[in-house]
Each structure stands twice: as structure tokens, then as C-alpha cells.
């Protein structure tokens, strides 16, 4: 069993940057696809973006790209998600998740999430 703990989400102005991280317990990551999910009020939950396997590759949507990055450090079985360029529409609840399968795009992928936390930009 894996538990997932996110931290580092809070209120800023438009513009600003912020750094989420999500820490894993009870199984090492190395070789999971990470993710990290976002929900606004009244929306769906969707992928922001996604570290495949045990290598580096990067998926990111469309709406963040050039603004957040996701990293992982194996050694402290941590993922983060940077986030700069912060907008008001990135307000939302942020989940990080990880996924038995290399190629995980969809919720239904993910076995392991996190209980979130909130985001939220000022205009």
C-alpha cells in the first residue's frame, strides 16, 4: 500500500510561482508513473501532469506547459510540481497520484492519491 501526503499549496497573487511536493510512504516510487491531477469547483478532476516510469519523460496539458514542471527524487521518494506564471484559472484543488502502468493519462489509471491541497491565485 502506498500513502500519498501533498503539501505546499496556499493562496498567491497572479504571476507568482508556487512549489507542491508529495511525499510517498509504505513502497519506494522509483518505478511508478507519478502524476499530479487538479479540481476545480463545479469541474472534473484532470491530468496537469505526469513523470512516466523510472526515466524523465514529461507529459504536461496544453494549459501549463512553459509554466509548470514535475520532478521526482527517487532518494526521497517525493514528487513536485513546480508551478510559475500562476493565473486565476489554475485555482483549484491539486492531487498527486501514482500509477501502475508506464502510460497513464486518465484517473482510472492511477492506483495511489492523495488527500490534495488547495491552490488558489488572486487577480
Known amino acids: 500500500q502506498v500513502q500519498l501526503v501533498e503539501s505546499g499549496g496556499g493562496l498567491v497573487q497572479a504571476g507568482g510561482s508556487l512549489r507542491l511536493s508529495c511525499a510517498a510512504s509504505?513502497?519506494?516510487?522509483?518505478?511508478?508513473?507519478l502524476g499530479w491531477f487538479r479540481q476545480a469547483p463545479g469541474k472534473e478532476r484532470g491530468l496537469v501532469a505526469t513523470i512516466f516510469g523510472s526515466g524523465g519523460v514529461t507529459y504536461y496539458a496544453d494549459s501549463v506547459k512553459g509554466r509548470f514542471t514535475i520532478s521526482r527524487d527517487n532518494a526521497k521518494n517525493t514528487v513536485y510540481l513546480q508551478m510559475n506564471s500562476l493565473k486565476p484559472e489554475d485555482t483549484a484543488v491539486y492531487f498527486c497520484?501514482?500509477?501502475?502502468?508506464?502510460?497513464?493519462?486518465?484517473?482510472?489509471?492511477?492506483?495511489?492519491w492523495g488527500q490534495g491541497t488547495q491552490v488558489t491565485v488572486s487577480s
Open positions: 509504505g513502497r519506494t516510487l522509483d518505478r511508478y508513473t
Open positions: 497520484a501514482a500509477s501502475l502502468q508506464y502510460y497513464a493519462l486518465d484517473t482510472y489509471k492511477y492506483n495511489y
